[in-house]
């Protein structure tokens, strides 16, 4: 069973920041996407950003001038998250679109969810 951990959550004033991260095992096969969605209270879960395997990323209009979504070389994940707003609180969940071995299934993979709150 392949597990996402997941760190970095956490309370934070409004205006300030934090690091999420995310790590994969390392005998995944072949990662084509990593990145990161987030499911605010009595609303939909909704993509973050993400990064492909090409090292193309993907941030969402809503916190592209803010967040930077980036991956290293072993497997892991981050997203940066500067000037943190109130309504950046949520749930973020660390997403994976792999396959565990050569000629296995493209799966979707997601780790349990960090809370971050934004907060004064």
């Known amino acids: 069973q392949v597990q996402l951990v997941e760190s970095g959550g956490g309370l934070v004033h409004p205006g300030g920041s934090l690091r999420l991260s995310c790590i994969a095992p390392?005998?995944?096969?072949?990662?084509?996407?990593m990145g990161w969605y987030r499911q605010a209270p009595g609303k939909e879960r909704e993509l973050v950003g993400n990064v492909h395997s090409s090292g193309r990323t993907i941030t969402a209009d809503s916190v592209k001038d803010r967040f930077t979504i980036s991956r290293d070389s072993t497997n892991t994940v981050y997203l940066e998250m500067n000037s943190l707003k109130p309504e950046d609180t949520a749930v973020y969940y660390c997403y994976m679109f792999a396959r565990e071995t050569d000629g296995g299934k493209w799966l979707e993979y997601w780790g349990q969810g960090t809370q971050v709150t934004v907060s004064s």
């Open positions: 390392g005998n995944i096969f072949n990662i084509n996407l």
